[in-house]
């Protein structure tokens, strides 16, 4: 298990606080748990997914503060979320297991690392070995993926910005492009380039990164998939998403301010093609109409009326 030292300093912001002591960092929690659901979940990959789909752990809070975050209810704390149990959570997470779902997600783990560790160890010793998933931004240290290599079985990774003054503008953050791109590293050393699949297509062990193009920045996007290509010789698993939309305070950049354009992102296609990359995704550009999460919901990607 991995715990909370005197300081906090599990992700790349370094708050240095005493979180089991009640201090709070950047991210506004101490040392509890605090989740904002736990559910099945079809709309990963499809070697993530399945048929069955995954039992995804949804962290409230984050260590990034994305002005475009479709996840704002639970980022930016806007819905009150209490402190749960690790027993609850253990609960939760083993009836959905007991339907049939074969994997583990933790959503935005990078700022409650010890929690997710608990809660892992908690699970194998109930018996349960789930395929351990790792749904990260990527703001992480490689201190931290070094500690987690006997925890995650699969890395699901964002990178988002190859642009530090980017992150900085649109998520808040320094240095992003630098960490990122040496986390991603260390993902790849334990991992390899290559995703491992049982006979249903399930990821076993591997990397898979995520990058979501953003209207407006077409060089950014260009350049990630450079360092990528460099990273990996083209041989990542790559997730080319399009479901952007304007969410939470985009309409205060008015290049974020619509929806990504078909010829803008046929160029990122287009080039993701020429740099040789054969493995992975390209999400239809009508996705961002599916994925609207709304998280005062039971289960926040099923549509109520």
């Not at 790559?238 to 304007?246: A, D, G, H, I, K």
């Not at 985009?250 to 929806?259: D, K, T």
């Not at 054969?278 to 998280?295: A, H, M, R």
């Amino acid at each position: 298990m991995i715990k909370f030292n005197a300081g906090c300093n599990f992700c790349p912001h370094h708050c240095n606080t005493d979180r089991a002591n009640g201090e709070k960092g950047i991210c506004n929690l101490d040392d509890k748990i605090y989740i904002s659901s736990i559910c099945s979940h079809m709309g990963e990959e499809p070697p993530i997914s399945g048929d069955s789909g995954i039992c995804n752990v949804f962290f409230s809070h984050c260590n990034l503060q994305c002005v475009y975050c479709q996840n704002h209810q639970i980022s930016n704390n806007e819905i009150e979320i209490e402190s749960v149990s690790l027993e609850k959570v253990i609960e939760q997470i083993t009836k959905i297991l007991d339907t049939g779902v074969r994997s583990l997600g933790f959503v935005s783990p990078s700022h409650q690392i010890p929690q997710m560790t608990r809660i892992i160890d908690a699970i194998r010793a109930k018996g349960y070995n789930p395929i351990i998933v790792y749904n990260t931004n990527s703001y992480d240290t490689v201190e931290t993926i070094a500690l987690l290599e006997s925890y995650v079985d699969v890395y699901l990774a964002d990178f988002k910005y190859a642009d530090n003054s980017l992150g900085e503008e649109l998520s808040g953050i320094k240095k992003y492009a630098d960490f990122a791109t040496l986390a991603i590293r260390e993902m790849i050393t334990q991992k390899g380039t290559s995703l491992l699949l049982d006979d249903q297509g399930i990821a076993l062990k591997g990397v898979i990164i995520r990058h979501l193009v953003l209207p407006g920045h077409p060089e950014n996007s260009i350049e990630v998939l450079n360092r990528l290509a460099d990273m990996s010789d083209s041989k990542i698993t790559l997730s080319l998403m399009s479901q952007y939309y304007p969410a939470y305070k985009a309409m205060e950049f008015p290049a974020l301010n619509r929806s990504l354009q078909q010829k803008e992102y046929q160029r990122i296609v287009d080039y993701l093609d020429c740099l040789g990359f054969k493995n992975g995704w390209i999400q239809e550009l009508e996705s961002q109409d599916t994925y609207q999460p709304d998280f005062n919901n039971e289960h926040p990607f099923e549509k109520t009326n």
